[in-house]
Structure formats: C-alpha cells, structure tokens
C-alpha cells in the first residue's frame, strides 16, 4: 500500500504508530491494527489513535472513505484485558501516579490507622469506575467510528470477538474474508456485552438473534455472518484487500457530503418516529443541495454525462 502523493504518510517516533498503521490513497484513510502477536486485542493506546484517525477522516476533506483492517490471522480479540504496549499514560478516568484526587489525603495527613470515608486505597475500586472505563474507552471508539463523517468500511481479515466485534459491526459496510469468525464472547467471562453491542446487533438483526449470540457466545462464520445481515460480502482472503480498495475509492469518487448525511439519517432513523425521521430528511437535503456535488450531480444528469464529485 502507497501514500497519495498530495498527502505523504509522516514519519513518527511514537510506537503507538508502529502497532496502528495509517496510510492515504486515492483518497482513502487506510487503518491497520497491527498487533498480530496478541490477535490485534486493543490497548488504551491503540484505541485512542483509532479514534484520532476517524476524527481526522471526518475533518480531512481529502479523505473521503475510511478502511478498517488489521494484519495477520486475527482481525481484533476485543480489548486487551492483560495489558499490552502503552506510553505511559493512565487508562481511562484514573489520575496519573502521584496526582492528588477530590477527597484524597496524602502521608501525614492521616490519623494512624483511620480510613476516611471516602477515600480510595492504592488498588481500590469504587462505584463508578467500570462505567466511567467503559464511557470514555470502547463506547467512545464506537461512537467515533459512528460519527465519522466519511463512509467506513471494516475489511475483517481473521476473528473479530468481543469489542473487535463490535468495531466492524460499527462500520457502515462489513467485509469479511471467509475464513473470519464473530464471537460475543462477555458470556464467556461473565461479563454483560459492552462497547456498543446492546445497541449495534438489535438494530442489525433483532433482539432474539441477539439474544442468542450474546447468551451462548458460540463463534459466528462469516458465511452465517451475511446470512443473517450483519456482512455486506464474504470474498476469498486473498480477495479482501482489493475488493475493500475497489469498494473504498469508488465511495471516494462519490458526493462525500451526501452520503455522510445519509449515514447520519440511517443511524438515527431507529431511534426516531416518523414524524421527526420525515423532518430530518428534509432538512438534510435542504443542507445537501447547497453542496458543490449536488449541484454537479443535477447538472450531469441533465446534459446526460457522469458527474464529477469533488468532495465538496
């Protein structure tokens, strides 16, 4: 895979890019988990690169589709629950080492022996803490790849379990080598389905055949997959990146803007009546027809030749 020419991959010495790769072409915002070793599970820092990739996309007008894909035989095992690679920082929600929180005394401040109430002891988890994990970690990589701006298309080249699940079934279109596997695998820990799982498979496929994968946890091929709607295309594996390319830079010739409001009208369409669906949609194309694209795109139709959307 190459860099566009007008906008060059720029060398960085952060290791988080070595195991998030990212490259532009023709367009297109190409991302890379790259973590084969452990299945491509996600740590806090690989997470929040993705979500700075996708808040790119969305902001870059010279992208116009995004593609997400990861290396070896794994697509992503979920999040990393042993700890992988990090910088440094804290995860989500936890001050850094040695910063005083609201309410926490420091050596010499305390009566021997007494425990204030309150206050947090070193390794101590309190109410809370897992729901302020879960918002400001895997909610919000899947709200990211929601909110995009830009078309995303998840090309699933191995197991995708767990959060890795629910990072493709976020895309706008799921491509899947035949050899992938989906797996709600939280029954398996004991664990209630999060990162956006609740949310995503009843509107991808109803609330019984969720039910059903969320309860048994049994692996999903990817033929099963596209028979119950949550893959676009099962392809051969050597087939996944051309077709993901083919399927990427012809979303990246199209009217970015139109589609981006579509997505955003199809995300919402089930969380609204009627009444307020039939309003924004025409709101939304009152938006669109300001665009450069629309016009173009009604001045080709009547002088009978294919338009040229330019992204704008």
């Known amino acids: 895979m190459t860099s ?4 060059p991959a720029e060398k960085s010495a952060d290791p988080v890019d070595s195991l998030v790769l990212h490259a532009t072409d023709n367009h297109v915002s190409w991302i890379t988990l790259n973590r084969p070793e452990a299945l491509n599970a996600i740590t806090p820092d690989q997470r929040e690169r993705l979500i700075q990739h996708l808040s790119h ?14 290396t070896g ?5 979920g ?3 042993r700890g992988g690679p990090s910088t440094g920082g804290p995860p989500a929600g936890e001050p850094p080492a040695g910063e005083r929180v609201a309410g926490e005394r420091v050596a010499g401040e305390r009566v021997a022996g007494e425990r204030v109430a309150g206050e947090r002891v070193a390794g101590e988890r309190v109410a809370g803490d ?4 879960i918002r400001l970690g895997a909610q919000r990589l899947i709200g990211a790849v929601l909110d995009c701006e830009k078309p995303v298309i998840a090309a699933v080249n191995g197991t995708a379990a767990g959060l890795g ?4 079934l976020a895309c706008d279109l799921v491509l899947a080598a035949d050899s992938a596997k989906f797996i709600e ?7 209630v389905p999060d990162g956006g799982g609740i949310y995503l498979l009843p509107r991808l496929i109803g609330p019984q055949r969720a039910k ?9 091929t990817a033929a099963d997959a596209a028979r119950l709607g949550l893959v676009n295309r099962v392809v051969p594996p050597d087939d996944l990146e051309k077709t993901a390319r083919d399927w990427a830079e012809r979303l990246a010739t199209g009217p970015t803007r139109a589609l981006a409001l579509t997505k955003q009208l199809v995300n919402a369409s089930l969380d609204t009546d009627r009444t307020t669906a039939f309003a924004a949609e025409a709101a939304a194309q009152e938006i669109n027809m300001t665009t450069t694209d629309a016009n173009e795109g009604v001045a080709a139709f009547t002088e009978r030749r294919t338009p040229h959307y330019r992204g704008r």
């Open 79 to 81: 999040a990393d629950l």
């Open 165 to 168: 699940a629910h990072l493709a």
């Open 4 to 7: 566009s020419p007008e906008k």
């Open 212 to 220: 059903e994968l969320m309860f048994f946890g049994d692996a999903l």
């Open 130 to 133: 897992v729901a302020r994990m």
């Open 57 to 70: 996309a969305s902001s870059d007008p010279d992208v116009r589709a995004v593609v997400i894909t990861a």
């Open 73 to 77: 035989r794994g697509f992503c095992a």
């Open 185 to 191: 695998v939280f029954v398996r820990r004991g664990l």
